[in-house]
């Protein structure tokens, strides 16, 4: 039973960086079975990923938020991060931490609970 | 990238009606195709993955199908509980993508 929690600042202002923290418990990070990914929602809107990465530390992201996205993951902490940089108001959402299977059809299994980060000054 | 897009945006249907959502991708993904709820102040749920595999606990009433790019998520008779949003993602790519989403409301 996978747990995952998404942790850090609500408030960022425009054209700094956006930093959040995935903890994730009932599985780990350094497992080949997931892919850890970020996925966002504005309010009101659809769902737009992110990126997402391997235990390897192999990466992929998405192509419009490819230039100021970094995701890392910290195995001795059992996390993965998010940092965006450059942010605006269009990057105000709520952000979830997820886990995606591979070696199968990389559907997503679990959520966190999601956080709102605001970017205002 | 892949694009994925859903059709209705929305619908507005009864209790025991027949629903039927599909989503259409740029180019083939085989069947990388996963089908997630959402209600509102929660985050998705998955009900389908391979385009027509049923999650664990997931009411039977749910259905998908399509391979290629073409896929259908079918709700057999809707019931109170399934009004929410719908999306469809896609795996196959290294990047990945979710369609739009479709919003099915009380009529």
């Known amino acids: 039973q996978g747990q995952l929690q998404e942790s850090g600042p609500g408030l960022v202002k425009p054209s700094e960086t956006l930093s959040l923290t995935c903890t994730v418990s009932?599985?780990?990070?350094?497992?080949?079975?997931?892919?850890w990914s970020w996925i966002r929602q504005p309010p009101g809107k659809g769902l737009e990923w992110i990126g997402k990465?391997?235990?390897?530390?192999?990466?992929n992201y998405n192509p419009s938020l490819k230039s100021r996205v970094t995701i890392s993951v910290d195995t001795s902490k059992n996390q993965f991060s998010l940092k965006l940089n450059s942010v605006t108001a269009a990057d105000t959402a709520i952000y979830y931490c997820?886990?995606?299977?591979?070696?199968?059809?990389?559907?997503?299994?679990?959520w966190g609970q999601g956080t709102l980060v605001t970017v205002s000054s | 990238d892949i694009q994925m897009t859903q059709s209705p945006s929305s619908l507005s249907a009864s209790v025991g009606d027949r629903v039927t959502i599909t989503c259409r991708a740029s180019?083939?993904?085989?069947?990388?195709l996963n089908w997630y709820q959402q209600k509102p102040g929660k985050a998705p749920k998955l009900l389908i993955s391979?385009?027509?595999s049923l999650q664990s606990g997931v009411p039977s009433r749910f259905s998908g199908s399509g391979s290629g790019t073409d896929f259908t998520l079918t709700i057999s008779s809707l019931q109170f509980e399934d009004f929410a949003t719908y999306y469809c993602?896609?795996?196959?790519?290294?990047?990945?993508?979710f369609g739009q989403g479709t919003k099915v409301e009380i009529k």
């Open positions: 009932g599985g780990s990070v350094s497992s080949g079975s997931y892919y």
């Open positions: 180019q083939s993904i085989s069947n990388y």
């Open positions: 990465i391997y235990y390897s530390g192999s990466t």
């Open positions: 993602q896609q795996g196959y790519s290294h990047t990945w993508t």
């Open positions: 997820a886990r995606g299977l591979s070696g199968s059809y990389m559907q997503i299994d679990y």
């Open positions: 391979g385009s027509s």
